[in-house]
């Protein structure tokens, strides 16, 4: 690999917002051990992660003795164990052999350093003091940081998926509005742009200047209801993002340092532990308490999107004129190829079929006549059954003397009378 100055690969590697216990006190050692590391092609980011997750296992042996000395190796192992866990996303990016596995296998043993050293400091103290105080700290310690990862990956889902369904209805209106129209949609009104990716892009620019930026394009807010009650908000996230230092002042991370190096350091676990804990419940609950609001403002934008376009639903002009509202000009069936005939050349025709009579009433007749065909056999069947029907239906027993054969059938056969 090419050899690369320590502002280039602080360019390439290190993030844009990031922690303030990250960008203070670990980029700048880690960022001087990525430029030595990754000369070796034997160096992978997985073999970093198993290399954080053993120093992190070291530092909970120290903290299990308990005795101040071995508290200090533990903290100085614990913030090792941390760089070496930054460096392996470090490394991926520089390289760009980064893997979906390596990912999972960070976070994964990033979750049992935690634990394991949560329970060996404060077990080692417990053992040393006898204070049960220091079994309610280690299960406070295990959960929060459970909690906070969780409650992170959760938040960063449901963000997406309103992100998604967002796109997904706004991509739905444009395509009805492209059928209602007859020309086909401007190319600017397909871009759908969300203020938090501008915000990231941009994070010294205001937000209205961002979104009148944006053109023609969509864009959607999903904090600005946040914006509007926090209005310092702003000003505040500009100063702290001009040092690449995120807004969120006490996360996981801080917490994790205050307790397992801060608290080892200066002989006070179960201060330092409470304390961090408070600030991080305080965080969490603000973070809450804004995606809270983002689904408020989510629910909004899904109102005005869920409001029929201005063609939807119409009919077309060309098909809007009825029968009786054919005959303007322009109108292709007004040609006389298509106007309804003369009497005199169809007198069949109608141009709304007539009721069906209701036959069976009392007084009313059939109104069409029977007109009898022109052959023999059927004009001589229509004389006999209207002589059945003279004599009032008071025939002779069949076969005798001056009987009429049954339907007006001639007495020619053999055997008959």
């Given at each position: 690999m090419a050899k690369l100055?320590?502002?280039?690969?602080?360019?390439?590697?290190?993030?844009?917002?990031?922690?303030?216990?990250?960008?203070?006190?670990?980029?700048?050692?880690?960022?001087?051990?990525?430029?030595?590391m990754a000369r070796f092609n034997f160096i992978t980011p997985n073999r970093v992660t198993w290399a954080a997750l053993f120093v992190g296992l070291g530092s909970a042996g120290f903290f299990l003795k308990g005795d101040p000395q071995s508290l200090i190796v533990g903290a100085a192992l614990y913030h090792l164990s941390f760089i070496l866990d930054c460096i392996d996303g470090k490394l991926a990016r520089l390289k760009g052999n980064g893997t979906v596995f390596g990912g999972w296998l960070d976070y994964v043993f990033d979750r049992i350093r935690v634990l394991f050293c949560a329970l060996a400091l404060m077990g080692g103290q417990y053992l040393r003091n006898g204070d049960e105080r220091f079994l309610l700290a280690a299960l406070l310690v295990v959960f929060l940081d459970m909690l906070r990862y969780v409650d992170a990956l959760q938040i960063y889902k449901m963000r997406m998926s309103m992100r998604t369904r967002i796109e997904k209805v706004t991509r739905e209106r444009q395509e009805a509005e492209r059928a209602g129209d007859d020309g086909p949609a401007e190319p600017e009104a397909q871009q759908i742009r969300f203020m938090e990716d501008l915000l990231r892009e941009n994070p010294e620019a205001e937000a209205d200047v961002l979104k009148e930026q944006a053109g023609t394009g969509h864009v959607v807010d999903l904090h600005a209801q946040f914006r509007h009650r926090f209005p310092w908000y702003l000003r505040v996230r500009q100063a702290l993002l001009r040092s690449r230092i995120r807004?969120?002042?006490?996360?996981?991370?801080?917490?994790?340092?205050?307790?397992?190096?801060v608290g080892p350091l200066i002989g006070r676990i179960l201060l330092t532990t409470v304390v961090s804990a408070i600030l991080l419940g305080i965080f969490e609950l603000i973070i809450m308490y804004k995606f809270w609001l983002s689904t408020r403002d989510f629910t909004q934008v899904m109102a005005e999107l869920a409001q029929p376009p201005s063609g939807a639903g119409s009919i077309a002009p060309h098909l809007h004129r009825g029968r009786h509202r054919r005959g303007g000009p322009g109108d292709p069936l007004a040609a006389p190829e298509f106007q309804a005939p003369p009497g005199h050349e169809d007198p069949g025709f109608q141009p709304y079929p007539g009721p069906r009579p209701a036959y069976g009433a009392p007084d009313q007749q059939p109104t069409q006549t029977f007109q009898p065909l022109p052959t023999p056999?059927?004009?001589?069947?229509?004389?006999?059954?209207?002589?059945?029907?003279?004599?009032?239906?008071?025939?002779?027993?069949?076969?005798?003397?001056?009987?009429?054969?049954?339907?007006?059938?001639?007495?020619?056969?053999?055997?008959?009378?």
């Open positions: 100055s320590l502002r280039a690969v602080q360019k390439l590697t290190c993030k844009k917002r990031d922690a303030w216990w990250t960008v203070i006190l670990v980029d700048p050692v880690a960022t001087r051990m990525l430029i030595v807004p969120h002042l006490v996360s996981g991370i801080e917490f994790q340092m205050f307790v397992f190096i056999a059927y004009q001589q069947m229509t004389q006999a059954y209207q002589q059945v029907r003279a004599q009032g239906y008071d025939r002779p027993v069949h076969g005798a003397p001056g009987a009429v054969p049954p339907h007006g059938c001639p007495a020619d056969r053999e055997g008959v009378g």
